[in-house]
């Protein structure tokens, strides 16, 4: 039973570039949610898809944009890169009824 | 006042030795807890959810809730140096409505020492 999964595993982007990120969910679950976790820090709640839609958002900017497939597969997608944008982004995976969240190994993005 | 703290640490302790970990959160309406463990340069792994106030146990872990003080703590028996990592503790804050978004602390440091 295959867990999350994420690619790619590291990236490296300058300034102003965009990226894309993707997550796909561990066997049985639909709902997926992506942090943002800063060197030192704890993961920080971008947001939250479930159904195709994005249910919850936390205090990110619009920069920040996601997606949802019907097979339940996710992207994450930063445009205008920042240096603060650096970081080690975690895709989530729960099923819908559920509220604990399996972590994938994450994409560790460094923006020059 | 963060939503969910945690002292930083790094707490040292023996090898064999209970190793005690806290949180405090500020929404009291939350109701679900839970700890993960970070090894550096890896994701998190959860190692234990608690809903209700007391204890939970699972083998080496006890997770204890106290709602009315808002704290939550993680106890690690007979630590080993391979529980040297950062304990993270999250926490669903209370919101009406779909979505099960967490709230992490910065993570305590642990260091099992042989």
């Known amino acids: 039973d295959a867990g999350v999964t994420q690619s790619p595993t590291h990236l490296i982007k300058t300034r102003g570039q965009q990226v894309t990120l993707r997550c796909s969910p561990k066997?049985?679950?639909?709902?997926v949610s992506w942090y943002q976790q800063a060197l030192g820090q704890g993961p920080q709640f971008i947001f939250q898809y479930y159904e195709e839609e994005e249910r919850q958002r936390g205090n990110f900017p619009d920069r920040f944009s996601g997606h949802q497939f019907p097979n339940y597969s996710s992207e994450l997608n930063v445009n205008a890169l920042l240096l603060g944008d650096s970081a080690l982004y975690l895709c989530?995976?729960?099923?819908?009824?559920?509220?604990?969240?399996?972590f994938g190994p994450g994409t560790r993005l460094l923006v020059l | 006042q963060k939503e969910v703290e945690q002292n930083s640490g790094p707490l040292s302790v023996p090898e064999g030795a209970i190793a005690s970990l806290n949180c405090t959160y500020s929404d009291r309406g939350s109701q679900s807890f839970f700890w993960y463990r970070q090894y550096s340069g890896k994701s998190p792994e959860l190692i234990m959810s608690?809903?209700?106030?007391g204890d939970k146990e699972d083998g080496r872990f006890t997770a204890q809730l106290n709602k009315a003080s808002q704290y939550v703590s993680l106890l690690i028996r007979d630590s080993q140096p391979s529980d040297s990592a950062t304990y993270l503790c999250a926490v669903k804050p209370h919101r009406t409505g779909g979505g099960n978004k967490l709230t992490f602390g910065t993570g305590t440091q642990l260091k099992v020492e042989l």
């Open positions: 608690i809903y209700s106030n």
């Open positions: 066997s049985g679950h639909d709902t």
């Open positions: 989530a995976s729960s099923p819908q009824d559920g509220e604990t969240q399996y």
